[in-house]
């Protein structure tokens, strides 16, 4: 099935750095969305995006629909103590049979030493 | 607007019991899909319901199954819990069915369950 590789895994940062972290798969993708996941919460959905090339922000984050459907990445700039947690991707896919689904990353794991 | 609502927030259960989650999509919400999360598997997706009718599902066993009322409010059993079935499980609405344009979805906050 489907898989999302998403990277890196973990990332270990000075406040006020920018970040960046992506999300690639051998798949084409009609949907990116991108969630943070606070610890004992679910995840909140920070950006979606449905275009290919499609660029988007909310805030300090950017993120953008890959030209080729088969990646995105997200950018957090100035990075603050709020934006710790964990970063997931996930996209959407319409397959040759069956409903669409939506497939997650793995997460990349944010952590920032003030 | 209030967001996705599921309860309880935390369970405990022995091996062999069944359990029943609850989840209060947002208003005006008429999907709402069901995932397992752990921290070796992520976030593995049990079904989607809308329309009362389930939509889609994933490779879970048939212990674990769901329900949708005319309300969108939705249900999920797992019945003969194992030890494997400890984890956090999340509901998320959307307008439409996943598949639809414009229509991500929104996580609760989950159900912690754990099976001793």
């Known amino acids: 099935g489907q898989q999302l590789n998403q990277s890196p895994q973990s990332m270990f940062i000075q406040e006020g750095e920018d970040v960046s972290m992506n999300c690639t798969s051998s798949s084409i993708f009609n949907t990116w969305l991108w969630y943070k996941q606070d610890p004992g919460e679910g995840p909140v959905l920070l950006i979606a995006?449905?275009?290919?090339?499609e660029l988007t922000s909310n805030g300090r984050l950017t993120a953008q629909f890959g030209i080729t459907r088969k990646d995105s990445f997200l950018n957090i700039s100035a990075s603050i103590p709020s934006d710790v947690g964990i970063y997931f991707c996930a996209g959407r896919t319409r397959p040759i049979t069956g409903a669409q689904k939506l497939v997650f990353g793995q997460g990349t794991r944010l952590t920032i030493n003030p | 607007k209030a967001g996705v609502t599921q309860t309880p927030r935390y369970l405990i259960k022995t091996r062999g019991q069944q359990v029943t989650l609850s989840c209060s999509p947002i208003s005006g919400h008429r999907s709402v899909s069901w995932y397992q999360q752990t921290p070796g598997q992520g976030l593995q997706f049990l079904f989607e319901?809308?329309?009362?009718?389930?939509?889609n599902k994933g490779n879970f066993p048939g212990r674990f199954s769901g329900r949708q009322f005319s309300n969108s409010r939705s249900e999920m059993n797992v019945s003969t819990l194992e030890l494997g079935d400890s984890a956090l499980y999340l509901c998320a609405s959307s307008l439409e069915v996943t598949y639809s344009y414009n229509s991500p979805l929104h996580f609760g906050n989950g159900t912690r369950l754990t099976v001793t």
């Open positions: 319901y809308f329309s009362e009718t389930q939509r």
């Open positions: 995006l449905y275009k290919a090339g």
